[in-house]
């Protein structure tokens, strides 16, 4: 996928971030756009699929050399696809000031690209929650370098992980081919280093791989995107921000009081000191359900999602058993129709007769007729599935949108219709 009126391949390859687009928004008088370049209880279920070389501790061997007979046993280890039915999702430490946290880049190299909007991003990430901001060895390759070397983008990721000075890890941006680090992964170490890790777009996949090593991740801001945020970090994102990964407490989501999809060019550095237009926020629409719900947090990217599917990191059937499911669509605005084929292809697979709720997302870049389309094709497709009573809310604040908030994936999350709220409704740090 590729960005719309770009200069660079950095750009082209930047998808799923805060890119140009003309569009017309909902609840918007018209957008401005510019070219751009300890164990919690939430249980992992069994997914029995083929297991590859570099996942394969998790088994045991038939015969003395046929890797036709290797089969996989329910143990807790995570370098294999299965867990067992009682093995709980491990909970990372909270981040405190004085900690500190890495960035990395697992498929674009925007951050080589746009060097000051960078910098900015670390001194404010810095600057407002008193972290120590250092980079992955390859965090600054560009981005010819990164897609030729997947495996030293998941080297990366290994070594902030099993370093012990770094609490967490925070990814650059998005892009369009973090899928092609799977093979690299390494689930056990992942698993035996639990720590913050926050990021979205294309770090979908990344999640969906934490995820299957039991770890709970954060779908939140990545260091291009909010963290560099013209004019000064939103207090909204650093209010998110801060409940999420630094207070081991359970926290209420909220709406954005004020939103904007105006894009200033990161190519100009004079543009880092403006502060971007923005718009009151209607509120997240309430589409339909009436019962409250509490299920587990999966999901993410809609367009990564689909990359995922049938990929040995998309999550098992019994995964999605009372899901509180985000999908989320990128700056390439797909659109309504294509999102309802895809919804179809979840309808196909049993997933929405498993899951608890759905959270759609703000779609960046639609006009307010295309978001009425969408909402229309999400209930839709719910009624062919037979769930007319299934919570949906939209509009929600997570993803391709400013600001945007932080989500626990793989922590309980109450979707409440009477009352109006959600709640992130068991804590998702360790003290």
């Known amino acids: 996928m590729s960005m719309k009126s770009t200069p660079s391949s950095t750009a082209r390859r930047s998808t799923r971030t805060h890119s140009a687009r003309s569009a017309g928004s909902p609840q918007m008088p018209g957008p401005v756009s510019c070219m751009a370049p300890k164990p919690s209880r939430c249980t992992v279920r069994p997914a029995m699929v083929n297991v590859p070389d570099r996942w394969a501790?998790?088994?045991?061997?038939?015969?003395?050399?046929?890797?036709?007979?290797?089969?996989?046993?329910?143990?807790?280890?995570?370098?294999?696809?299965?867990?067992?039915?009682?093995?709980?999702?491990?909970?990372p430490p909270a981040l405190k000031p004085g900690d500190t946290v890495a960035t990395v880049s697992l498929s674009s190299g925007a951050a080589a690209a746009y060097p000051h909007r960078y910098e900015t991003g670390k001194r404010q990430l810095a600057e407002t929650f008193g972290v120590t901001v250092i980079e992955t060895p390859n965090a600054l390759r560009d981005d010819t370098w990164l897609h030729d070397n997947p495996k030293a983008r998941a080297d990366d990721l290994h070594w902030a992980l099993a370093n012990p000075e770094v609490a967490g890890v925070i990814s650059t941006i998005g892009g369009d081919d973090s899928i092609r680090t799977v093979p690299y992964l390494d689930l056990d170490l992942i698993r035996s280093h639990p720590k913050v890790f926050l990021g979205f777009s294309d770090t979908t996949v990344q999640h969906l791989v934490n995820r299957r090593a039991g770890i709970v991740s954060f779908h939140g801001p990545s260091l291009l995107t909010e963290f560099a945020e013209t004019g000064g970090l939103h207090p909204y994102v650093e209010a998110a921000v801060r409940a999420a990964v630094f207070t081991p407490e359970s926290f209420e989501l909220t709406a954005v009081p004020e939103w904007t999809e105006e894009f200033l060019h990161w190519g100009n550095p004079a543009f880092q000191a403006r502060r971007r237009r923005w718009w009151p926020n209607p509120g997240w629409q309430w589409l339909q359900g009436t019962e409250p719900v509490t299920g587990e947090l999966i999901g993410g990217n809609a367009e990564i999602l689909e990359m995922a599917k049938g990929a040995r990191i998309w999550p098992s059937d019994e995964d999605w058993d009372g899901a509180v499911v985000l999908i989320e669509t990128s700056e390439e605005v797909p659109p309504p129709q294509a999102v309802k084929h895809w919804l179809r292809?979840?309808?196909?697979?049993?997933?929405?007769?498993?899951?608890?709720?759905?959270?759609?997302?703000?779609?960046?870049?639609?006009?307010?007729?295309?978001?009425?389309?969408?909402?229309?094709?999400?209930?839709?497709?719910?009624?062919?599935?037979?769930?007319?009573?299934?919570?949906?809310?939209?509009?929600?604040?997570?993803?391709?949108?400013?600001?945007?908030?932080?989500?626990?994936?793989?922590?309980?999350?109450?979707?409440?219709?009477?009352?109006r709220t959600i709640t992130v409704a068991t804590q998702a740090l360790l003290r």
């Open 345 to 419: 292809g979840y309808l196909a697979l049993g997933v929405l007769e498993r899951i608890g709720a759905l959270l759609v997302a703000r779609p960046m870049g639609y006009s307010q007729q295309q978001t009425f389309t969408l909402w229309d094709n999400v209930q839709a497709v719910l009624a062919e599935a037979g769930r007319p009573d299934l919570p949906v809310v939209a509009n929600v604040d997570y993803g391709h949108t400013s600001p945007a908030g932080v989500l626990p994936l793989g922590c309980q999350a109450r979707v409440d219709p009477v009352h």
């Open 57 to 91: 501790s998790a088994v045991t061997m038939n015969s003395s050399d046929s890797r036709a007979n290797r089969r996989v046993r329910t143990i807790p280890s995570c370098r294999g696809f299965r867990l067992g039915h009682d093995v709980t999702m491990i909970r």
